[in-house]
Structure formats: structure tokens, C-alpha cells
């Protein structure tokens, strides 16, 4: 009985039609532009995995910002690369940091940019660990003590979020409390709620120079096979303070997009982490796919999934087209 009283194509005969009954719209505003910031000036390298992303320094680094904020970005993320490593990680809450210092930079010189920074410790640690080391082994607790001190370093520079993405267990409650303890009670936590042992960073490893120099990081991050622990430790880090939570990588994990989205009433980011984005870049550089189609494509699946913020390499590229 259906056909030919219903015919779905009805609505898709013309581009006025199909944009009136579009379900799913991106703005500039939804995206955060990740950046990698350095020691040194007129510093401007290219990530050979990531064309068109660069290690910047902290003057390259706030034209890039002034770029984001004039062209709508919701915001960016940093990254630092440390002068030097070492054990304990003391580049990543040094109060003159390369990130605390380029977050008072960027407050300088373009203060309407949303500010957030990743916290974690893996590109500050010479063995490219997420934490403290002890007996092989990356040691929770007292890897909480350097998280909470890097997220009020970073809150005393200026950062307007800070989001850990360590996949420590109680972070977001650490960092909760030596925020407040601090005077940060206003400071949001964008926490990593979900973040899994995926290969899809390989790009970034290089670009953030923190790929660990030994064994792997699944002792800490999730099994890409689990979707029910991905609920539960969104679940804990909401409990512990979290006001945003993330998925991460975006694409793989749809699902378990969706299905947050479903059950938690929490803002929902997804990170398109730097594999997704290379996989595009490098089809498109062989002539196998069309960029901008395939990035639209893939954000406005992130989109659908349930995620209203999308931390994306391609958010420069994505907002000049929308
Ligand atoms: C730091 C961190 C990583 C990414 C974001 N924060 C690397 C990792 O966990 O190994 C990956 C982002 C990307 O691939 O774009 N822990």
C-alpha cells in the first residue's frame, strides 16, 4: 500500500528540498581546531602525517588562533611540546610551561578564543607514559597529583576548560577539587570520558612526539571492543565532576556516540583524532576520494550520531566551506 502514495524521493528532488528537511546541521561553532605548540619563534613545522597541521611556535601559534576566532571556530585545543622530558613530567604543570604560556599568550592577543587544554602527561614524560612509572606499570594515584597540579597551572594561565586525557582512574575528581581548592570553581571539565587504545593516533604521536618507549597504553585506555565500560566510565566521570564528556576516536565509536547521547544529558563531544583525519587527507591526495566531501561527510556523521561538539583537524577547512 505504501508505494506510489509514498515516494521518499519526493522530498529529495531539489537542493531547497533537501536542505528544508536536513536533519542534521554543522556550524563553526561545534568545532574545536587542536594545536601544537612549541619551544622557539617563527617556529612553523609541518606534521609529515597530518598535512597542513604544524608544530608552532607560541608567535606562530596566536596568528593561528586569531585565524580560528575570526573565522567562528568554537575553539581550540593545545598540545605542548616540552624544551625537555623527564620522569616526573615536570613540563606538564610547570607554571612557565609551554602550554601556560602559550595559553596567557593567546588570552593576550585574541582574547575572544575559547581557550581549552589537554591535560595529560604522555608528552611530557620521557618514556612517553601517560603517568607516573612505577614497576612498569603507570601508577593511578599518584599520576592524580600531577593531573590536578597541570589543570590549575593551565586554569591560572587563562584556559577556559581544561580536559584530561590521561584515562586515569578519579582524575575528574582530583582535578575538581584542586580547581575549587585553587579559586577555579568556575573552570569547566571537558573530561575524555571515553577514550580508547587506538591506533587511529599514530599521526598525533608523531606530531606531539609522545609515543611511549615502551609496551602500550591498554593497561589505561579502553578496549576498543567494550561499549557497555565506555557507558560506565562516562557514567563515573559525570558522578566525579565532568561537565562535558567526549568519545574518542568519533568515527569507529558512532555507536557509542549515539548511545551516550541517549542516556547522559551532559554535553557530548567526539575527537576525530588524527588517524581519521589522515585517512581522508591521504585518499584525497591520491585522487581515491574528494576531500571536502568526505569531511563534511564524516563531521555530519559525528553530528548525527549525537555529538554537539566535534574536536577536528579539519575545523579551519570545515568552517570556510559551511
Ligand atoms: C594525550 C592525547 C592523545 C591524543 C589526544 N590526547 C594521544 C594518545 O593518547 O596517545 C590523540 C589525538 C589524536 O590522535 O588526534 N594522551
Redesign the pocket.
Known amino acids: 500500500m505504501a508505494y506510489p502514495i509514498h515516494r521518499m524521493r519526493r522530498l529529495r528532488a531539489t537542493e531547497p528540498l533537501r536542505s528544508l528537511v536536513r536533519e542534521t546541521h554543522l556550524e563553526p561553532s561545534q568545532f574545536i581546531l587542536?594545536l601544537f605548540v612549541c619551544p622557539g619563534e617563527g617556529v612553523r613545522r609541518e606534521i609529515g602525517a597530518m598535512p597542513g597541521n604544524f608544530q608552532l611556535s607560541i608567535d606562530e601559534l596566536v596568528k593561528d588562533c586569531a585565524e580560528a576566532a575570526s573565522l567562528g571556530i568554537g575553539g581550540v585545543i593545545l598540545f605542548g611540546l616540552p624544551e625537555s622530558k623527564d620522569e616526573l613530567a615536570s613540563g606538564a604543570y610547570a607554571e612557565d610551561g609551554i602550554v601556560q604560556r602559550a595559553v596567557r599568550a593567546i588570552k593576550r592577543e585574541v582574547p575572544r578564543l575559547l581557550v581549552i587544554t589537554?591535560v595529560?602527561n604522555?608528552e611530557y614524560t620521557s618514556h612517553g607514559h601517560?603517568g607516573k612509572v612505577v614497576n612498569g606499570d603507570v601508577d593511578n594515584d599518584a599520576t592524580l597529583e600531577w593531573l590536578a597540579a597541570s589543570a590549575v597551572s593551565h586554569a591560572r594561565a587563562g584556559a577556559d576548560i581544561v580536559a584530561p586525557?590521561?584515562m586515569m582512574d578519579g582524575r575528574v575528581a582530583a582535578i575538581r577539587k584542586a580547581l575549587d581548592a585553587a579559586g577555579f570553581a568556575k573552570t569547566p571539565i571537558l573530561s575524555y570520558a571515553a577514550k580508547f587504545a587506538s591506533v587511529?593516533?599514530g599521526?598525533?604521536?608523531e606530531a606531539a612526539e609522545?609515543a611511549p618507549q615502551f609496551g602500550d597504553?591498554r593497561s589505561y585506555?579502553m578496549d576498543p571492543a567494550n561499549g557497555r565500560e565506555a557507558m560506565r566510565e562516562i557514567e563515573l566521570d559525570i558522578e566525579e565532576g565532568a561537565d562535558i564528556i567526549m568519545i574518542k576516536p568519533a568515527l569507529p565509536y558512532l555507536d557509542l556516540i549515539r548511545m551516550a547521547r541517549d542516556r547522559f544529558d551532559v554535553p557530548i563531544a567526539a575527537?576525530q583524532?588524527?588517524?581519521e583525519f589522515s585517512m581522508i587527507v591521504a585518499a584525497a591526495r591520491n585522487g581515491w576520494l574528494d576531500r571536502d566531501r568526505a569531511m563534511l561527510e564524516s563531521l555530519t556523521a559525528i553530528g548525527r550520531a549525537g555529538a554537539s561538539i566535534i574536536l577536528t583537524y579539519f575545523a579551519r577547512d570545515a568552517a570556510r566551506l559551511l
Open positions: 587542536p589537554d595529560c604522555c601517560c586525557s590521561d587511529f593516533y599521526p598525533f604521536r609522545s597504553r585506555q575527537y583524532v588524527s588517524g
